[in-house]
């Protein structure tokens, strides 16, 4: 996949690390715009390093199996840079919910309110991680350099994002209670 590879490119050019470690940077960092499962991630380092876009150290571990800490190589960064200056299309829209929502009418309010609310549940957890992170390293954003800026912008995408899913899912919330409370009138 064209972004999971740019993805993991992207990782790598801002820390080395084993499969493991970018992995558990995808959930905390790119978690909001991009998901990859662990196997996902493994087969695409794969073929990075076929491309020698990325290369690895293999380091030995005493009763465990060997570890590889993989690198962005020249050539790598070289495609890095080249798609990083090339226009990427609008990612679709694909939101099953928001289809859901516009046939709202013919769904049981009570069992509607329910999925609102754990979707709910979902953003704000989102919400308070980003905003965890937004406090643990970027403290004070003006002063950050550029290489710093560029992923503070991109983690503002995220908290922006869930800050509006947060007030819709408030304004669905009190609808639907409404409409639940009229129904029992």
């Given amino acids: 996949n064209m972004s999971l590879r ?13 499969g493991y470690e970018i992995a558990k940077r995808f959930q905390e960092g790119f978690g909001f715009s991009w998901k990859a499962s662990h196997p996902q991630i493994y087969t695409e380092l794969k073929k990075l390093a076929k491309l020698k876009w990325v290369e690895f150290n293999r380091i030995e571990q005493e009763n465990k199996p ?12 070289k495609s890095l840079i080249e798609w990083v200056n090339t226009p990427v299309e609008p990612a679709p829209i694909r939101d099953a919910f928001l289809i859901k929502m516009a046939a709202g009418v013919l769904a049981e309010p009570e069992i509607l309110i329910e999925e609102v609310k754990d979707r709910k549940k979902i953003a704000d957890e989102k919400l308070t991680f980003f905003r965890e992170i937004e406090k643990l390293y970027y ?3 003006q002063d ?3 290489d710093k ?15 509006s899913y947060q007030a819709w899912f408030g304004e669905v919330i ?12």
């Fill in 6 to 18: 740019h993805a993991i490119m992207v990782d790598l050019w801002r820390e080395p690390g084993t």
């Fill in 66 to 77: 060997a570890k590889k800490i993989y690198t962005l190589t020249e050539k790598g960064l």
């Fill in 139 to 141: 403290k004070t954003p």
């Fill in 144 to 146: 950050l350099p550029p």
């Fill in 149 to 163: 800026y560029f992923p503070y912008l991109s983690l503002r995408a995220g908290i922006l994002t869930f800050e």
């Fill in 174 to 185: 009190q609808y639907l209670d409404r409409v639940i409370t009229e129904n029992q009138a």
